[in-house]
């Protein structure tokens, strides 16, 4: 379990954090979303003890990381946004480096790291040097590298930055495969890594924390999304759909066909806005073509944290 | 420790920069040999140490300059500082695997005490004394200079100002010639490594000496320490 209570950084006039308290829970996959220069990176450094915080403090399964940083550590594996490798070693010797340094017993460390090569896919390339490998290869180290010594805790910054469409894939596979019995804590700035690899959300912006919710409750937590192709006309709609219990907007959407409306409808609350819709709908006998939820609850949720 | 110890071993032996400094403080080494000894058909030992120091001071900037840049510039610290190993561990690590290399080189110049020993006389209490005083020294060099670099974030810069560090406590004691107030002259001799070195050159065990150079490889080293700790608190990151 990570907890994270009060922290705030300041690199001499720049507030990076402010009092940031969040929780990740043993077992569970956080998402830390934020833009460019949200202070994820800090977070990450200060939650696995590279930086000190200015206030606050970071448990680790209860454990400070600057007051008890061995025991602390021996918990934590953590995958900086570059992946820390020496590149004159070759896959097998780094590994074997970081599983002694991770305290595992020497005479385990050949089985442990033969089993930790074959999770991350690394059996092939056990004899390259890490100089030699290609950026997908070398985030698949620095996956591994996070793995010697069997952490409970995982912490993950940007793990698919920069990666090709099928190398993203196959890091996301990797982090569900690792997610059972781990807690992980990832940052990420692409919102359907977040929606497809998380339990929990943390939106960091400006150092400062602006929602902490579960994934499953974003959608009723915020407001419901409705993409509603419908026939009739459009100003009659429209001005319908204003008068709706609980709805925040209705935006005409372009790209609908002869005689057909399209139209995005955001409610406040999730008042079963279908049924409203529908029973309006058949009593101004406007055909209901296709009615789905909005998949893009999420961005919405994130823009709307980040302008507030 | 012992893991970092041979992490650092290996990566001088795996990049050019061990065998280049074995390779360049030996032929150098042999180019003095020849100039104090051969040439001049001398066969003291301590003459030729003495003489070595000056190629000390020039190269122990290069066995030390990557060991805490070079992290840094490839944030390879990022796992050393988030491992279960203190800094005082992960700081002694590298000292001692510096040291080993240091240590090679310095075992490497026996072979010219062989040729005095060959051609003339070479007690073993003068070896012993000689090369206590001139691996201490050297030990001492690489602790200071592994404190500079705990400052820089470049490797040249740090490079430099080792060896101004070097430089500036070998001649120390020609500053305190100078410097009138009595105190201050006292406490500037008191740091020369010239002066702290003197004693073995001449074949005389000093116990003040030796303690002199432990206590500054200590400091050294734990200051090197309290730097990196520092840094948690200063250094700013990626956001």
Redesign the interface.
Known sequence: MIEVQGVSKRYGSVQALRDVTLRAPEGKVLGLLGQNGAGKTTLLNIITGYLAPTSGRVLINGRDPLLEPEPAKRELGYLPEHPPLYDEMTVEEYLRFVAALKQVKAGSIPGHVREIMGKTGLTEMRERLLGHLSKGYRQRAGFAQALCGDPDVLVLDEPTVGLDPKQITEIRALIQKLSAGKTILFSSHMLGEVRQLCDHVVILHRGAVRLDAPIGELGGRDGVTLLCTLQGGERRLVAAMNHLDGVRSVAVQPGGGEDEVRLRLSFGHAATPEKQVFTLCSALNAPILRMTRGEDDLEQVFLQAISE | MI??F??EW??YF??PVGYVFIGVFTALSGVIFYLSNLSTLSGELLIFLSQLTLLVMLLTPVLTMRLLCEERQ?????????????LTRIVLGKYLAAAAVMGVAIGLTNVCTLILALYGTVYPGEWFVGYLGFTLQSMGFLALDLLVSGFMKNQVPAAIAAFAANFLLWMVDLLADKVSVAWMSDALRFLSLYDRYEPFILGQLSFASLLFFLLLIGMCLLATVRVMDAR??S?????
């Open positions: 893991t970092v041979r992490r290996m990566a795996r990049t490839r944030r390879t610290d990022q796992l050393l500082l988030t491992s279960p190993v203190s948690r608190f250094q700013g990151g990626a956001a």
